[in-house]
């Protein structure tokens, strides 16, 4: 059973490109999390989705971040007009549905460097 | 809100010395508390967790207590391997109106390096 799977696992993009993360989550999971790791920083939750469904995006900031997770395909962490302040590590997690203690699983990550 | 705060690393032990790692927190509720472990070039993985007051969780000779009157988790081994050479994370999470707890909040993480 293959794990959660990021890719690109690198990216570099210029300022004011867009970067697009994706996330593919452990088979039999509809349950999706994007966390950002910051120089220096722990990791921050962002967003929560289930299938076309966004639940929580407390943690994504107002302006250019979105996400997706189609009923078909990946979920998709969409960053435009990139900044240097979005250089970061981006981690995806999946999961069942979330009870009590259910465990996420997190990916390799995606590392965005903003040149 | 909740927060972890954890030992600053780098961390540099022998092979077979004793480790523990700092990690306090602050909630409002009840929280849920874990320690992932991330090795060179792969993700966060789940080492162990307690979910209530005095709960040990242990994994590969990973120890960790869940302390209430002093808000702590701290991770212990009594004898490193250099295969133990990762970063370690503490977590904590709280569980929502709707009783799941899908919520995670790090610390920043502390990179340990276990020489032979």
């Known amino acids: 059973n293959a794990g959660v799977m990021q890719n690109p696992r690198h990216l570099v993009r210029r300022r004011g490109q867009e970067a697009r993360l994706r996330c593919s989550p452990m088979k039999g999971h509809s349950h999706v999390y994007w966390y950002r790791q910051l120089p220096e920083e722990g990791l921050k939750f962002m967003v929560y989705l289930q299938k076309e469904n966004i639940i929580d995006e407390s943690g994504m900031p107002k302006e250019r971040f979105s996400a997706e997770f189609p009923k078909e395909g990946p979920s998709i962490l969409r960053i435009q007009q990139v900044v240097r302040g979005d250089s970061a590590a981006y981690f995806c997690?999946?999961?069942?549905?979330?009870?009590?203690?259910?465990?996420?699983?997190f990916g390799q990550g995606t590392r965005l460097t903003v040149v | 809100g909740d927060s972890v705060t954890q030992m600053e690393g780098p961390v540099t032990l022998s092979e077979e010395a004793f480790l523990t790692i700092n990690c306090t927190y602050t909630a409002t509720g009840y929280p849920s508390l874990f320690w992932y472990v991330q090795y060179p070039g792969e993700g966060l993985q789940l080492l162990l967790k307690a979910t209530k007051a005095d709960d040990k969780g242990s994994n590969k000779g990973f120890e960790a207590t869940y302390r209430k009157e002093t808000t702590s988790f701290h991770l212990e081994k009594g004898s490193v391997q250099v295969s133990d050479s990762a970063v370690y994370f503490c977590a904590l999470s709280e569980p929502n109106s709707g009783g799941s707890n899908y919520k995670l909040t790090f610390g920043k993480g502390t990179l340990l390096t276990v020489n032979p």
């Open positions: 997690a999946s999961s069942p549905p979330p009870r009590m203690n259910t465990e996420a699983f």
